[in-house]
């Protein structure tokens, strides 16, 4: 278990503060909104092709158990629910885990929210853990994905995104994204971004095999898309040794 918490409480504050208005596509998290079908569709796929499950089925994930860490308001958490997964969601601010289980039950579902931050994790170990768009927000890199491989179950599957520290990145989310009002001002600090060769080498570090790299593309017309382009965001993919 890691030292010290890897959680930032300004971050947390932030992301707080946009509780409210989490699951509204139109709203402060529009952004994560059109990037969940990207992130769906891919994890989809990984999932599939790691346990070799059935590409039709309805329920690939039944019989797993799937952590998602800076879960928000369960963006994320609600569809892998609804994939069979027993899910449970962990993020640091507590008005987001309140907006999470709040919208679970209205969705009729059972998911473990709980507040605070990977450490919170005991001797529990997870199929699938999941952390998208995170690993820019809190204070060690370093120990939140030592953190992530010690929770992750053998022969586990484990999914990280984020943004890539390039001028594509800083024009798009800063400049564009946060200047124009499409993304919360203060979200993104561009020092916090991570380049991939830096990421992946915390991944193994961390005792972990990395499967592979891959990045998400935004096209004015078709929206968000994977890509081997991984200028402006890109995903982690890795299982255990």
Same mark, same amino acid.
């Given at each position: 278990?890691?030292?010290?918490?890897? =959680?930032?409480?300004?971050?947390?504050?932030?992301?707080?503060?946009?509780?409210?208005?989490?699951?509204?596509?139109?709203?402060?998290?529009?952004?994560?909104?059109? %990037?969940?079908?990207?992130?769906?569709?891919?994890?989809?796929?990984?999932?599939? *092709?790691?346990?070799?499950?059935?590409?039709?089925?309805?329920?690939?994930?039944?019989?797993?158990?799937?952590? @998602?860490?800076?879960?928000?308001?369960?963006?994320?958490?609600?569809?892998?629910?609804?994939?069979?997964?027993?899910?449970?969601?962990?993020?640091?601010?507590?008005?987001? =885990?309140?907006?999470?289980?709040?919208?679970?039950?209205?969705?009729?579902?059972? =998911? @473990?929210?709980?507040?605070?931050?990977? &450490? *919170?994790?005991?001797? &529990?170990?997870?199929?699938?853990?999941?952390?998208?768009?995170?690993? &820019?927000?809190?204070?060690?890199?370093? #120990?939140?994905? *030592?953190?992530?491989?010690?929770?992750?179950?053998?022969?586990?599957?484990?999914?990280?995104?984020?943004?890539?520290?390039?001028? %594509?990145?800083?024009?798009?989310?800063?400049?564009?994204?946060?200047?124009?009002?499409?993304?919360?001002?203060?979200?993104? #600090?561009?020092?916090?971004?991570?380049?991939?060769?830096?990421?992946?080498? %915390?991944?193994? #570090?961390?005792?972990?095999?990395?499967?592979?790299?891959?990045?998400?593309?935004?096209?004015?017309?078709?929206?968000?898309?994977?890509? @081997? @382009?991984?200028?402006?965001?890109?995903?982690?993919? *890795?299982?255990?040794?």
């Amino acid at each position: 278990m890691a030292s010290q918490s890897t =959680i930032n409480p300004a971050e947390a504050l932030h992301f707080g503060r946009l509780a409210a208005d989490w699951w509204n596509p139109k709203g402060s998290s529009a952004m994560l909104h059109r %990037l969940n079908p990207v992130r769906l569709g891919y994890l989809r796929q990984l999932a599939d *092709a790691h346990w070799g499950g059935d590409t039709a089925s309805f329920a690939a994930l039944a019989g797993k158990r799937a952590l @998602d860490i800076g879960c928000g308001a369960g963006l994320l958490c609600e569809p892998l629910a609804r994939l069979g997964a027993a899910v449970s969601g962990i993020d640091a601010a507590p008005e987001n =885990i309140h907006a999470a289980r709040a919208h679970a039950m209205q969705s009729g579902l059972r =998911i @473990d929210y709980r507040v605070g931050g990977i &450490e *919170a994790i005991g001797d &529990e170990r997870f199929d699938l853990v999941t952390s998208l768009e995170v690993i &820019e927000h809190v204070a060690n890199p370093a #120990d939140f994905v *030592a953190g992530l491989a010690r929770v992750l179950a053998p022969g586990g599957l484990l999914l990280l995104s984020t943004p890539n520290r390039t001028w %594509l990145s800083r024009l798009a989310l800063i400049t564009l994204g946060e200047g124009l009002g499409q993304i919360p001002r203060g979200t993104h #600090d561009w020092r916090q971004f991570l380049p991939p060769a830096e990421l992946t080498q %915390l991944v193994i #570090d961390a005792g972990l095999r990395l499967i592979e790299t891959k990045g998400q593309r935004f096209s004015p017309t078709r929206g968000f898309q994977l890509s @081997d @382009d991984l200028r402006l965001d890109y995903f982690v993919a *890795a299982t255990t040794t």
